[in-house]
Structure formats: structure tokens, C-alpha cells
């Protein structure tokens, strides 16, 4: 059958299944080797501008052949030279023949392959960021939207005192703001390894440069520039330090737990019928029960947040057995593996999550009947601090409600009754002066406290200004094909 070769070896579902055409680029061999080739123009730009004897119709050459990459001559080199950067230097070099006795000159693999898994790092939070402010964007209008609703509160998933929606969303979007604030600092903390020989001391370019320090100093700043960023690492090893990624990375698990959190309570909510993730008109929630509408968005979030949240050790073992100067038993693990499956779970979760937020459901007539459920027992020291003002005795008055309260539990729980806790304060006549008034004792809205006032102040101090720089990338929408 035609095309069926790809179904015969394993694919990644983190690029077939799930990714953005973005991310999925990001990381990609076009990606990865064009960069290298434009690297190498970036260095030979910079030495001829420093004085060595390249020339312009060499630059011109390679600026020429950057993108024309021929991928099975590739493949044939490294299959002989067992050297992926040498590989793809010799193909360089054949459509560049003019240009081929000075690509890589005075460079060591790790300036083409540490500044490349830079600039891919750096793209990916550039991917990243603008996602997680559409989910901070959307969580904040749903937490505005029901700022004022009542609902139940759980300590231990137990029945608490009430808080409301939007606070409870507020709670979400506290920790995404964490997050924010982790990536963008990561992002910008990144450097460029920048050219640095062999094992980080510029002995090669020192000689090329006939031990010019200033111009090797030059060739760093301008090749980094070049490549968009401001400031390269001072002192490195063959590699830059392996410490980066654990930074990179531990933003990136640290939003996968915030995201396996709020995607846990979102299920646990679905149980209840509170609040439903979208549910598709022609989806199917189980195949044996027809009726059943499974949170599978939220499942499929926090089943790929525990993939990112368990990508972290990679880094931190690869860190810890870097010897001296470098040792190569990082390449497999981390540039080919750990680092792209991190950023590509990361977009991965984000997608669904914004798309999960752009439509959750809220049920307020199912959130209403749990808390008349419960607010009897939630509201019994308003009833004491109510008789308490007409007159009455507050420790008869406590023992009058434990008696009741005792009642009314064992209808609830021995009977599997409604709790009738206010039938039987409105049928005792010790209650009598306050009846006129229960229902206002009883108005879940004044068992809010200021949760509608904090999600006020929450949302304009610190989550709106937080996605001011990116109101133009505000209006994408997710769409999941699956």
C-alpha cells in the first residue's frame, strides 16, 4: 500500500500526533542544519571583517547554498566518517567549492552544535511564551466572569467553606504566573556558547588572529550578534555548561506540574458535573458506555505533564557527570532527546490547555444543589451568632444545634436522606426569633468572604499587566485535530 512504509517503524506522537507545525520545525533537521550552515557564514563574515583572507565571493558562495542542504550526501559522509558535524561540513563544501577551504575555520563541532541547541532553546520559549499568555488570558476572563459565584470549597476533598469559581480559577492562575515569570527568565537568561574553541580557551583563533586578543575578542561579539543575541558565556569548557539546560528545563517542569494541577481538579470537578472541559458534538466518551462524557483533554494534559515533569532528570544526571572539559555522553540524551521532547510536551500542553479554557462549561444549578447540601452545617455559627444577637444564650444555643446537627448527619449518612439540618431548626420553637430572617443567615454570598474583591485586585495587578507585551498575539484560537 502506498505511503505505508511510515506505519511500519515507530513514530513519536509528540510530533506526529500532537505538536504545532511550529515547535515540531523548531527541532527539526531542516532547522538544526540550516543553523549550522548559517553559523558558518556568521563565522566567515566575521573573520574577513577582522582581516583574514577570505573573500567576499566565498561568503557570497555560502550565503548562496544555506539552505540547499542535500540530505542523503549527509547521511552518505556520516555513514563514513562517523562525524555528524564533518559530515555536513564536507557537504557544504561540495556546492561550495570556492568557499570549502574556509568553513569552520578555527571552529571546534560544539560552536555549530552548542550555538545551534542555543538558538533552539531561545525559539522554543519564544514559541511558549506567547501560549501561556493565551491560557493566563483565558483563565482570566473565566475567573472574572464567575468572580461572584459561590461554590463549594474542598480541603483534604472534603466539603469546606465557600469560596467562589473565579477564586478557585485565580488559584490556577497564580501558578501559570509563576511559570511565566520562570520562562521568561530562563529565556533570558540564555547566552551564546559564541566561538570558543576547542576547550573554551580561543587558542585556535588567538593563533589565526596571531595573537590579536582584541580581535578575538571582536570575532566572539560579532559572530554572537549575528546570531541575535547580546552577551555570550565568558568562560566555557568544549560546551557551555550543561548547568543551561537544567535551567531551561526546570521552568518548563515546573509548568507541567502547575498544569497537572489545575487539570486534576478539573477532572475532579467533571465528577462532580460542576465544571466539564468541551465536549464535541459527535465526540464519544467511552466505547461501552454511550452516556459517558470522559475530561480525555485534561487526562491527555496531565498524562503528558508527568512525561515533562520526569524529562528534568536527563539534564541534572547529564550535568553532574560532565568531566572536566566534556565528555560526548551528553549528545544522545540531551540534544536529540531531552531537550526537544521537553519543549514539544511543553507546547503540546499548552495547546490543549488553552484549548480546554477557551471552552469550560460551568453548571451553577448542580453547584447550587451541593452547597444547600452542605451550607446547613457551614452555617450553624451565623444561627448561633444570630440568636446570640435576639436575645438568646449562646451555650444553649450551641447545644441546641449539636443535637440538631447529629440528627440531621444520620439522616445523610445512615439513611442516604437529604440533610434536613434547617427543617429541624425551623420546626424547634427555640429558634423562633430568627426565622423571618434565615434565609438571609443562609445567602451562600455572604459566605464568600472577599474572594469576589481579590480576584479583582489579582487580575489587575499583577495577570493583566503580566500579558500587556502580548495583546497582538492574543486572538489564536486551538483548534485540536485530535
Not at 444549578?365 to 455559627?381: D, G, S, Y
Request: net charge neutral; aromatic share 8%.
Amino acid at each position: 500500500m502506498e505511503g505505508s512504509d511510515e506505519f511500519m517503524k515507530y513514530r513519536s506522537p509528540l510530533v506526529s500526533r500532537y505538536a504545532s507545525k511550529e515547535m515540531a520545525y523548531n527541532f527539526s533537521d531542516r532547522k538544526k542544519f540550516t543553523t549550522w550552515r548559517k553559523l558558518w557564514i556568521y563565522l566567515a563574515k566575521a573573520e574577513k571583517a577582522l582581516g583574514l583572507p577570505i573573500s567576499e565571493a566565498q561568503v557570497v558562495e555560502m550565503e548562496g547554498h544555506a539552505e540547499d542542504i542535500d540530505f542523503a550526501m549527509a547521511a552518505d559522509e556520516e555513514r563514513k566518517l562517523r562525524h555528524d558535524v564533518m559530515a555536513h561540513v564536507h557537504t557544504f563544501a561540495h556546492c561550495c567549492p570556492a568557499a570549502a577551504p574556509i568553513i569552520h575555520l578555527g571552529a571546534t563541532s560544539c560552536y555549530v552544535g552548542d550555538n545551534t541547541d542555543l538558538i533552539m532553546l531561545r525559539d522554543g520559549f519564544d514559541i511558549l511564551l506567547p501560549k501561556l499568555a493565551r491560557v493566563l488570558d483565558r483563565l482570566a476572563n473565566f475567573a472574572e466572569k464567575y468572580a461572584d459565584l459561590p461554590t463549594l470549597g474542598y480541603t483534604h476533598y472534603q466539603p469546606a467553606q465557600l469560596t467562589t469559581v473565579g477564586k478557585r480559577a485565580c488559584l490556577w492562575l497564580q501558578d501559570l504566573a509563576m511559570d511565566m515569570r520562570n520562562l521568561q527568565r530562563a529565556r533570558d537568561d540564555l547566552r551564546f556558547r559564541g566561538v570558543k574553541g576547542t576547550t573554551g580557551t580561543q587558542a585556535s583563533f588567538l593563533q589565526l588572529f596571531q595573537g590579536d586578543h582584541d580581535k578575538v575578542e571582536d570575532l566572539d561579539r560579532m559572530v554572537t550578534e549575528m546570531a541575535g543575541f547580546k552577551k555570550s558565556y565568558l568562560v566555557t569548557g568544549q560546551t557551555y555548561s550543561r548547568k543551561v539546560d537544567i535551567d531551561s528545563l526546570s521552568s518548563l517542569a515546573s509548568l507541567g506540574a502547575t498544569i497537572h494541577k489545575i487539570c486534576t481538579d478539573i477532572r475532579l470537578l467533571a465528577n462532580l458535573k460542576e465544571i466539564e472541559e468541551p465536549f464535541e458534538k459527535e465526540q464519544i466518551g467511552s466505547s461501552a458506555m454511550p452516556y459517558k462524557r470522559n475530561p480525555m483533554r485534561a487526562e491527555r494534559c496531565c498524562s503528558l505533564a508527568r512525561h515533562l515533569m520526569a524529562l528534568l532528570s536527563n539534564p541534572m544526571q547529564t550535568a553532574s557527570v560532565q568531566w572536566l572539559e566534556r565528555t560526548l555522553d551528553d549528545s544522545a540524551n540531551r540534544s536529540r532527546i531531552s531537550l526537544p521532547e521537553s519543549f514539544l510536551t511543553a507546547d503540546i500542553i499548552l495547546s490543549t490547555l488553552q484549548n480546554v479554557t477557551e471552552g469550560l462549561v460551568v453548571y451553577p444549578k448542580v453547584i447550587e444543589r451541593h452547597i444547600r447540601h452542605e451550607l446547613p452545617f457551614m452555617a450553624t455559627e451565623n444561627i448561633i451568632m444570630a440568636m446570640v444577637k435576639a436575645g438568646g444564650n449562646r451555650q444553649d444555643c450551641h447545644e441546641k444545634i449539636r443535637v440538631l446537627s447529629q440528627q440531621a448527619a444520620a439522616v445523610v449518612k445512615q439513611e442516604g436522606g437529604d440533610n434536613d439540618l434547617l427543617t429541624r431548626v425551623q420546626a424547634d420553637p427555640y429558634f423562633s426569633p430568627i426565622l423571618s430572617h434565615l434565609d438571609t443567615i443562609l445567602d451562600p454570598k455572604t459566605f464568600i468572604g472577599r474572594a469576589p474583591q481579590q480576584v479583582a485586585r489579582f487580575l489587575s495587578e499583577e495577570v493583566r499587566p503580566m500579558l500587556e507585551p502580548y495583546k497582538t498575539k492574543m486572538d489564536v484560537k486551538i483548534e485540536l485535530e485530535l
